[in-house]
């Protein structure tokens, strides 16, 4: 049985490279026009160009999206877009209209095309015909089962793979197709530009009485209706490999180089753990528990696991959950004093617990207690945003680590 790919989201080249550090073998990014996340930073030129350096020196693969649904006036860039996507080789586009796709044949042949989860693949016949077309992958709409996955893996070609989510937010519309945006606001989510009007609070106002609101749950504040909880399978992974999913993908490329650490170091962790003996593998509770340190709007198993109910959305509030705050990147290590070298991310005090997010480690606490600036002069705080820093923990930590503290 092949290990699965873990692809990680990367909507800036830091996000890029702490998912590489943290063990990511694949990430995908889109590029400054005609991506599904038009809120993420995205790359320029120069950015695409730099990442693909970054993923080919560290034998990593990138994928590059290429996924809204398009109208007549965008096609003349999209083929320019294309051409220039075409020269810098990345291991494969990520679209979901036919139209791309014929247009990313032709203009950069040598490039495997991905199918995204908005052409709403759920039955063995359209996976079967996309890879009749040319597509190497196919990515799954998030409405399939285990069962239905398991189905189609039987049913298709062995040479077509399989991509499913399994971490991060879900869309209250099937498979990312909505239109309430683009109704309510003039924001077309189908062209990356979701104003989110499913995380919004509703009430009910009946014609005849204008001004009269009415829950529609047992709220008087009125209810989030369509405010999904976000998807979380890290205590399915046998069940996942085992339905013969080639690439486990997840969702976050507006999210923090924090949320890319976490959940990539999580994943690669269990991941690495049922291959080192499927026989004898239990989830760790302590997968679950880290996941939650990380902003989220409680979890779900989605469609996976059977029909949701009531229970996988969330009625009251569609804030995230936000128990832990990054203090600190860490960016090198004097081995003459032997301090880490740090750059502040929110403000903490000397004294203060932490706790390291390392790759490859379990996390653990350290004091604060030797916290200096980066002339080596000791200070109470670190107040200002990238302020440079020195903290002695009695090891040097990999690049990229991360300090985080418990919230108030």
Not at 181 to 203: E, I, K
């Amino acid at each position: 049985m092949k290990k699965p790919e873990l692809l990680a989201p990367a909507g800036t080249l830091e996000r890029l490279q702490t998912a590489i550090a943290f063990g990511a073998d694949a990430v995908y990014a889109g590029g400054e026009a005609f991506s599904m996340r038009s809120a993420a930073k995205n790359f320029s030129k120069d950015d695409l160009k730099r990442a693909r350096e970054l993923t080919l020196s560290a034998n990593k693969k990138l994928y590059i999206t290429v996924n809204i649904i398009p109208h007549n006036q965008d096609l003349e860039m999209l083929s320019r877009y294309l051409e220039k996507l075409a020269e810098l080789t990345p291991d494969g586009l990520i679209v979901s209209d036919l139209g791309v796709f014929t247009m990313a044949q032709k203009l950069a042949p040598h490039v495997p095309l991905h199918i995204s989860t908005q052409a709403n693949n759920t039955n063995a016949e359209t996976f079967s015909a996309w890879h009749r077309l040319g597509a190497q992958r196919v990515v799954c709409a998030r409405e399939l089962s285990f069962d239905e996955i398991r189905e189609i893996r039987e049913i298709t070609p062995n040479t077509l793979e399989l991509e499913a989510f399994v971490h991060g937010a879900m869309c209250i519309s099937y498979s990312g197709r909505c239109l309430l945006s683009g109704y309510m606001t003039g924001r077309d989510s189908n062209q990356g530009s979701c104003a989110h009007p499913c995380r919004w609070n509703y009430s009910l106002m009946e014609e005849k009485r204008p001004g009269e609101y009415y829950p529609v749950y047992e709220n008087d504040r009125g209810t989030f209706i369509f405010n999904s909880k976000d998807l979380c399978m890290i205590e399915y992974i046998p069940q996942l490999i085992e339905c013969g999913i080639s690439s486990f993908k997840l969702e976050g490329r507006v999210k923090t180089e924090y949320y890319v650490a976490t959940v990539v170091k999580t994943y690669r962790e269990a991941i690495d753990r049922y291959f080192e003996n499927p026989d004898t593998f239990q989830t760790d509770p302590s997968w679950l528990e880290e996941l939650s340190k990380v902003s989220n709007r409680h979890y779900t198993t989605g469609f996976y696991t059977g029909q949701p109910d009531f229970n996988a959305q969330n009625y009251e509030t569609s804030a995230y959950v936000r128990t832990y705050d990054v203090v600190a990147v860490v960016t090198g290590y004097d081995e003459t004093s032997g301090d880490l070298l740090l750059e502040q991310r929110n403000r903490f005090f000397k004294g203060d617990e932490l706790e390291t997010v390392v790759p490859y480690e379990k996390s653990m606490t350290i004091q604060a207690n030797t916290l200096r600036d980066e002339w080596g002069n000791v200070i109470e705080s670190a107040p200002h945003s990238r302020q440079k820093l020195r903290l002695n923990v009695g090891r040097p930590l990999p690049p990229l680590s991360l300090l985080r503290k418990k919230k108030d």
